[in-house]
């Protein structure tokens, strides 16, 4: 396996949060980082949905969004959910793109390769997105291997509510629930 594509394919809200801000719905969107080490570097590429609404229970959202494409490799994906209240998701992305890369680097400068770093990445991410105006409602790491990559490559897709896939991360916050979908083609 040389060549890979990792793709969000879909969201369903399974429950919405409790509270959002006074709408009678919630405004979702998935910010995600994919970490790898390429000749020698740590690299993190971020992506965001953008805002899905309104979002209630039982919504089925299908999309695509190419997260990586490239060179099998190992990699972790990070996906974070948030409900946007009165954040701005652009500058969200931004933060949260330059504070998983600062972490990576200085991992990486300690000596930690992927995945080792990811933990201390993750918590570095939560504090970056604390107080901006938005419910972070879980973040969700897949360490993806280049082994686990071949097999999802070859695993039949699964279907849920018309969203094909390969597998997904599920996310729980502020009493919501809510699954991102996603799939591995090379």
């Known amino acids: 396996m040389s060549f890979v594509m990792v793709v969000c394919t879909g969201m369903i809200c ?79 992305k931004e933060k949260a793109h330059q504070v998983a890369e600062a972490s990576a680097q200085a991992a990486r400068a300690a000596g930690y390769k992927v995945p080792d770093w990811t933990p201390g990445v993750l918590a570095e991410l939560a504090n970056a997105l604390f ?22 490559a070859n695993a039949p897709e699964l279907d849920e509510r018309g969203i094909k896939h390969k597998f997904f991360t599920y996310h729980n916050g502020e009493g919501s629930t809510y699954k991102f979908y996603y799939n591995v083609i090379r």
């Open 14 to 92: 399974f429950g919405e949060t409790d509270y959002d801000g006074g709408s009678g719905s919630d405004e979702i969107y998935l910010l995600t980082n994919i970490f790898t080490e390429e000749a020698g570097q740590s690299r993190v590429r971020t992506q965001s949905t953008g805002v899905f609404e309104p979002v209630d229970a039982g919504g089925t959202f299908p999309f695509t969004r190419i997260l990586y494409m490239g060179e099998a490799q190992d990699m972790t994906l990070a996906a974070t959910c948030m409900e946007q209240d009165y954040g701005d998701p652009d500058a969200l």
């Open 131 to 152: 107080g901006t105006g938005d419910d972070n409602l879980g973040t969700v790491t897949e360490y993806l291997p280049v082994a686990r990559l071949e097999q999802l």
